[in-house]
T-cell receptor
């Protein structure tokens, strides 16, 4: 069965600092991995995804994530945080057993300090 | 174009009442998903449809929960005899294609409170 663990329910960074949000997954098949962002009172929005091929994936708003099979990780990074990055971030894995449902992590809330 | 819409945005009901939550996906999207999201948690899969066919309902907590998408567009999630533990944000998402890699577009959710 697939599962996702996000380390740290809250992360706080200063504006301009590196953002690192951690995600580890468990999957019995090659995983398809996603990062979604949720702004207050809005639905989730896709940041980036990994399916196959290049393990470093670039997304919107300057975010990127690297798939590391040996570490079963898919951490999200951004070199320089902006105030507008403050939101909740969800890592997710897509299954292929019995359908295509998506399993989400518990989320990490990112705070950006001026 | 319009995104995924859900109605009502907020629903307060008394224990024992039935509720129907509506999802209007992006036009032309084949797949539609229902999730439940508790405070401080990620979305929890409930069920999903390809066109009008319900493909997987393994996430529905019990037989009080049901969903339909009769014409392959609008979907309704119905909760019968609501209980306080049903209180949560219910989210709908749609995707253009069937498959593991497709992006899901989420609606704003319906906040259900059962008193």
């Amino acid at each position: 069965a697939q599962s996702v663990t996000q380390l740290g329910s809250h992360v706080s960074v200063s504006e301009g600092a590196l953002v690192l949000l951690r995600c580890n997954y468990s999957s019995s098949v090659p995983p398809y991995l996603f990062w979604y962002v949720q702004y207050p009172n809005q639905g989730l929005q896709l940041l980036l995804k990994y399916t196959t091929g290049a393990t470093l994936v670039k997304g919107i708003n300057g975010f990127e994530a690297e798939f590391k099979k040996s570490e079963t990780s898919f951490h999200l990074t951004k070199p320089s945080a902006h105030m507008s990055d403050a939101a909740e971030y969800f890592c997710a894995v897509s299954t292929d057993t019995g359908g295509f449902k998506t399993i989400f992590g518990a989320g990490t809330r990112l705070f950006v300090k001026a | 174009g319009a995104g995924v819409s859900q109605s009502p945005r907020y629903k307060v009901t008394k224990r024992g009442q039935d509720v129907a939550l509506r999802c209007d996906p992006i036009s032309g999207h084949v797949s539609l998903y229902w999730y439940r999201q508790a405070l401080g948690q990620g979305p929890e899969f409930l069920t999903y449809f390809n066109y009008e066919a319900q493909q997987d309902k393994s996430g529905l907590p019990n037989d009080r929960f049901s969903a339909e998408r009769p014409e392959g567009s609008i979907s309704t999630l119905t909760i019968q005899r609501t209980e306080q533990r049903d209180s949560a944000m219910y989210r709908c998402a749609s995707s253009l294609e069937v498959g593991r890699a497709t992006e899901q577009f989420f609606g704003p959710g319906t906040r259900l409170t059962v008193l």
